[in-house]
Every structure is written in structure tokens, then in C-alpha cells.
């Protein structure tokens, strides 16, 4: 390669870029400077340098991952060139030997550069870019309290959406494979739901459905204000349709009644106070095909 240059100076300098070798450890180059005064005056010097092989570097793509797994090392990096050397990496989530740690690099997308300097002293780097899904949560719900022969619906929550749903145990369960199913054990029952996203990623969670053999109807009221037992409910019986119960007094007047699935009684007719003393309550549960029926106290 030869350049000429028009206008020197003392002092100026010149620069050239080599193109990168690997193939040798040194080459020498020779460089050549004439100076030519177009007056039969012509003088020239000489300068031998050496140029170290330069190393490259190859970081091939990363694959996605989701925030709960557990730290890897990072291996699609290598050193084409084949020269000696030491590697370190730097950026979210990963030491400096490679092992990344998608909880510490949270989620989103992160840069992964890595570092290689080779014996002779040069450098080289490459980077890539990793997305970190965010962490899959699953809720399979409070624990929950029904009464035997009820029917209730789950209440699950999730993270994330399109994923595949299952329910274990498969038992008195409308739909073990949906997301809020309805269920109706017989017996005190752990529910455990497992969610699993497209990239084969799962979370679990367990909902405890304590089961009473009985309805429970309050047997005293005291409408007195004090916020004590000043509305009695009858609970657990949103496992029922069609359930409506009715109050009456000694006299055998209806002194309430109430339709659906949540029923209270606070000891009121048609907006007065009824007065202290045993009433006759009778509860229909259509979805059971039952009427229970007892007294209860009203005490002010």
C-alpha cells in the first residue's frame, strides 16, 4: 500500500488501520518513508513494527426466560480466533463467570456484554440482548367453608393469561381443567390448581374447602345496637340456589321473609321492631330438595 501525501510537515503524523489476523501471533510489518524534493534530492528511512493478532468474538443470541428460574451459566459466547485469554461478563443479573440469575436481573429486557482480553493484551467484546418473563403467580383462592350437598365456585387468580390450567383432585369437580371451576366435595377437601404457560414454565397454590355436614341457623338476635348479634346470618348458604326462609310469630303471622342466597334477619316488621320472645324460622333449600325449621330467640 502506498501513500503520497503533497504536504508534509514536520512533526505531522499518519495513521492506517490493519485488517484483524488470527491466524499468527505477530506479523512484522515493514513501513517505508521517502521523501522526494523533485530536485534529484531524495531521502527515505525505515521502521519495522510488529502487529499482534486481535481476538474475535462470537456471542450468539439468547434465549428468553421466565423470572423464577433457577441460575445458569451463560455458554453461547467463544473466541474464534483461538487466542489465550480470560472472558468476563458484566450487565443485569450476571457475574462476572457467566452464571446469570433471572430474579436478580428482574423482568424486562437486558443487556449481556462480554469481555475478552487475549494474552498479547487485546480486547474484544460482544453483546446480546436476554427477556426476562416476569415470574408466573397463581392464587387458587381464600379457603372457603360450604355445607355439604352445596355447589361453590372458585375463586383463582393469575399472573399471566393463555396459560393451561389443572385441578387436583379430579374429585366432585365440574371442570378440572378451567380456571374457576365449580366443585362439591363431600368431605373436608384440598384443592391444589397448577397453572402452566406456553414455555412450559408452572406455578401451584392450594385452596382448603372445609365441609359441614349441617346448615347452622342462629338461635338468638339482639337488636339493641351494640353491634352485638344485632343481624344474624345465616352463613354459608351462597352453595345453594333457590333457598328462601320465613319467620313467624307464636301467633302464626309472617313476620319476615327473605328470597336468594344470602339471607340476615335484624329482628324488624315492616320497619319496626318486633318485640322480645321465640320465633319460628323455616328454611327451604331448593337446590337440596330439604326445609329445616327451629326457633329463634329475639332478646333486647
Known amino acids: 500500500m502506498k501513500i503520497t501525501d503533497l504536504t508534509p510537515a514536520p512533526g505531522k503524523k499518519y495513521s492506517h488501520q490493519y485488517p484483524p489476523f488470527g491466524t499468527s501471533l505477530i506479523k512484522q510489518m515493514k513501513i517505508i518513508y521517502i521523501v522526494d524534493l523533485e530536485i534529484s534530492c531524495v531521502n527515505e528511512t525505515t521502521k519495522r513494527i510488529d502487529l499482534k493478532a486481535s481476538p474475535a468474538v462470537q456471542f450468539t443470541p439468547l434465549n428468553s426466560v421466565c423470572e423464577e428460574v433457577m441460575p445458569y451459566v451463560i ?3 467463544k473466541e474464534t ?11 443485569a443479573g450476571i457475574n462476572a463467570t457467566a452464571l446469570f440469575n433471572p430474579q436478580h436481573a428482574t423482568a424486562g429486557m437486558h443487556t449481556i456484554r ?4 487475549a494474552a498479547n493484551n487485546c480486547t474484544a467484546f460482544a453483546v446480546q440482548n436476554i427477556i426476562v418473563f416476569p415470574q408466573l403467580k397463581v392464587n387458587a383462592g381464600p379457603d372457603r367453608t360450604m355445607i355439604r350437598g352445596g355447589l361453590i365456585t372458585l375463586d383463582a387468580t393469575a399472573s399471566d393469561i393463555g396459560l393451561q390450567y389443572e385441578w387436583t383432585p379430579n374429585i366432585n369437580i365440574d371442570n378440572n381443567k378451567i380456571f374457576s371451576p365449580g366443585i362439591s366435595p363431600l368431605v373436608n377437601t384440598t384443592y391444589t390448581l397448577k397453572a402452566t404457560s406456553t414455555d412450559g414454565y408452572n406455578a401451584t397454590d392450594e385452596v382448603v374447602v372445609i365441609v359441614l355436614k349441617d346448615i347452622y341457623v342462629p338461635s338468638a338476635l339482639s337488636p339493641n345496637g351494640d353491634c352485638i348479634n344485632d343481624i344474624r346470618h345465616i352463613p354459608f348458604l351462597d352453595a345453594f340456589s333457590g333457598t328462601d326462609v ?4 307464636r301467633y302464626g303471622e309472617m313476620v319476615y ?3 336468594g342466597q344470602s339471607i340476615a334477619r335484624d329482628g324488624q316488621f315492616k320497619g319496626k321492631p318486633l318485640p322480645a320472645g321465640s320465633y319460628l324460622w323455616v328454611l327451604n333449600v331448593g337446590a337440596l330438595k330439604k326445609q329445616v325449621h327451629g326457633t329463634v330467640m329475639i332478646v333486647r
Do not use: D, I, P
Open 75 to 77: 455458554t453461547q459466547v
Open 246 to 249: 320465613k319467620v313467624f310469630n
Open 114 to 117: 462480554y469481555n475478552f482480553l
Open 257 to 259: 321473609q327473605s328470597a
Open 81 to 91: 480466533n483461538r487466542l489465550a485469554g480470560t472472558g468476563t461478563y458484566s450487565g
